[in-house]
């Protein structure tokens, strides 16, 4: 089967100059144009897909299975970014056009997909992956072919490569970050640890773990993991309402996010009696569960919809323009977002395609235009940002109630490996 190859400009074509101009607006501040009447040869050393017009990447996510409930979102805020930035030019004077891969929720697939696009079709970059599971399956693949992976998913740390470009959020962002909020806000001190079983629900609450007795100085009361796409999650709520947390930590993902939220409110746990902070409940999710199962519980992230600002005010009213009144915007959406305007960036500052130019360029680039506000790349790969914490709303949104100082990232901190 051939890979759909996106020639992302046409997509555009027919949208009005109002709305262009309102496009063009989203990320003004980030550089345009520079070096565009290089040659090929000057750009692009190491063979990748580039020619004197067009530059192709690849997009390498979950748009079937469990997980593309949570991955459709990214789809389409990478395909944004690039419709957008091919209107303001392209890069380097070339046009991106994009080859997709599906994942399909299935970890092996990832890799051989990754395979596909770094050593059959030689893409110049990679906008992909949500669960780290994935990550960990395509790492290798990028680590020795040398390629480069926008990754957009909050995650458990532990990890930094050359060959990756962190957009979400590490642990000491939100998993300590939130927690901390829990316990100083709520006075939690007893703790029940939920998670989906696979990598990153289980890193993340031994992360939780060790923050709640080393430091905070609490109790986890329970701990439990369920396979991806579960559903029957009646012998949990029982156990939660026995064990009585003062908080529950929740890391269910993908589609078991409806199951377990609606299952929650039929067996009359609300917020008004039991404490919740999910880490892993974006808006995009929300949309399926629907917001009457979830009103009042908090979410740990750095992103909302809600965010008033005017960055963000543009980048919603381009997101629902292109994909209808109805889209949704969660933070994993937004990361995905700011994938390719990161790799314009460096692709500019360094004034190649060259990966190793790429990773050697991230380092210090800021966005001032960012939705969620204002990011800058680390030499570690990782993004500073805010945490936020949110509370669901009838209508499927968060309210933000809580938002930190800028948080340098430190994916490794000690004493929590």
Same mark, same amino acid.
């Given at each position: 089967?051939?890979?759909? %190859?996106?020639?992302?400009?046409?997509?555009?074509?027919?949208?009005?100059?109002?709305?262009?101009?309102?496009?063009?607006? %989203?990320?003004?501040?980030?550089?345009?144009?520079?070096?565009?009447?290089?040659?090929?040869?000057?750009?692009?050393?190491?063979?990748?897909?580039?020619?004197?017009?067009?530059?192709?990447?690849?997009?390498?996510?979950?748009?079937?299975?469990?997980?593309?409930?949570?991955?459709?979102?990214?789809?389409?805020?990478?395909?944004?970014?690039?419709?957008?930035?091919?209107?303001?030019?392209?890069?380097?004077?070339?046009?991106?056009?994009?080859?997709?891969?599906?994942?399909?929720?299935?970890?092996?697939?990832?890799?051989?997909?990754?395979?596909?696009?770094?050593?059959?079709?030689?893409?110049?970059?990679?906008?992909?992956?949500?669960?780290?599971?994935?990550?960990?399956? %395509?790492?290798?693949?990028?680590?020795?072919?040398?390629?480069?992976?926008?990754?957009?998913?909050?995650?458990?740390?532990?990890?930094?490569?050359?060959?990756?470009?962190?957009?979400?959020?590490? @642990?000491?962002?939100?998993?300590?970050?939130?927690?901390?909020?829990?316990?100083?806000?709520?006075?939690?001190?007893?703790?029940?640890?939920?998670?989906?079983?696979?990598?990153?629900?289980?890193?993340?609450?031994?992360?939780?773990?060790?923050?709640?007795?080393?430091?905070?100085?609490?109790?986890?009361?329970?701990?439990?993991?369920?396979?991806?796409?579960?559903?029957?999650?009646?012998?949990?709520?029982?156990?939660?309402?026995?064990?009585?947390?003062?908080?529950?930590?929740?890391?269910?993902?993908?589609?078991?996010?409806?199951?377990?939220?609606?299952?929650?409110?039929?067996?009359?746990?609300?917020?008004?009696?039991?404490?919740?902070?999910?880490?892993?409940?974006?808006?995009?999710?929300?949309?399926?569960?629907?917001?009457?199962?979830?009103?009042?519980?908090?979410?740990?992230?750095?992103?909302?919809?809600?965010?008033?600002?005017?960055?963000?005010?543009?980048?919603?009213?381009?997101?629902?323009?292109?994909?209808?009144?109805?889209?949704?915007?969660?933070?994993?959406?937004?990361?995905?977002?700011?994938?390719?305007?990161?790799?314009?960036?460096?692709?500019?500052?360094?004034?190649?395609?060259?990966?190793?130019?790429?990773?050697?360029?991230?380092?210090?680039?800021?966005?001032?235009?960012?939705?969620?506000?204002?990011?800058?790349?680390?030499?570690?790969?990782?993004?500073?940002?805010?945490?936020?914490?949110?509370? @669901?709303?009838?209508?499927?949104?968060?309210?933000?109630?809580?938002?930190?100082?800028?948080?340098?990232?430190?994916?490794?901190?000690?004493?929590?490996?």
């Amino acid at each position: 089967m051939k890979p759909t %190859v996106l020639n992302a400009p046409s997509n555009l074509r027919a949208i009005s100059r109002s709305l262009r101009t309102l496009l063009f607006g %989203v990320m003004a501040s980030v550089p345009l144009l520079v070096n565009a009447g290089t040659t090929t040869a000057e750009v692009n050393t190491t063979g990748l897909a580039v020619t004197d017009s067009v530059v192709k990447v690849g997009q390498l996510h979950s748009a079937t299975g469990t997980m593309a409930i949570s991955e459709t979102g990214s789809i389409q805020a990478e395909r944004l970014a690039i419709d957008q930035i091919n209107e303001m030019g392209g890069i380097l004077g070339r046009k991106i056009e994009i080859i997709q891969e599906d994942g399909a929720s299935d970890w092996p697939t990832f890799a051989e997909k990754a395979r596909k696009l770094l050593v059959n079709d030689k893409v110049a970059a990679v906008f992909g992956c949500w669960t780290s599971a994935s990550r960990k399956a %395509v790492l290798p693949v990028f680590e020795k072919e040398n390629g480069m992976l926008y990754y957009p998913t909050f995650y458990e740390g532990l990890e930094q490569s050359k060959n990756v470009i962190y957009t979400g959020q590490e @642990a000491t962002q939100q998993i300590i970050a939130g927690l901390d909020w829990l316990a100083k806000t709520k006075g939690a001190k007893k703790f029940y640890l939920v998670g989906s079983d696979y990598i990153w629900p289980r890193t993340s609450n031994k992360i939780a773990r060790k923050h709640i007795e080393n430091v905070l100085k609490g109790e986890v009361v329970g701990e439990d993991y369920f396979p991806l796409g579960h559903t029957q999650f009646g012998s949990l709520i029982n156990k939660i309402k026995l064990k009585k947390p003062d908080a529950v930590y929740s890391i269910i993902v993908g589609g078991s996010n409806v199951a377990w939220w609606k299952q929650l409110k039929a067996a009359g746990v609300t917020s008004d009696k039991q404490t919740i902070l999910t880490i892993s409940v974006t808006e995009d999710e929300i949309l399926g569960i629907g917001g009457e199962n979830m009103v009042g519980f908090y979410a740990a992230m750095k992103y909302f919809q809600s965010l008033d600002n005017d960055n963000n005010k543009k980048f919603v009213a381009a997101f629902k323009a292109k994909y209808g009144d109805k889209a949704v915007i969660g933070d994993v959406t937004q990361a995905a977002y700011l994938g390719p305007w990161l790799w314009k960036a460096a692709v500019e500052k360094a004034g190649s395609f060259d990966i190793d130019k790429i990773a050697a360029a991230s380092p210090g680039i800021e966005l001032k235009t960012a939705p969620e506000g204002y990011v800058k790349v680390h030499e570690n790969h990782h993004l500073w940002s805010k945490l936020r914490i949110g509370e @669901a709303l009838a209508d499927g949104q968060y309210k933000v109630i809580y938002e930190s100082d800028l948080i340098e990232p430190n994916p490794v901190p000690k004493g929590y490996q």
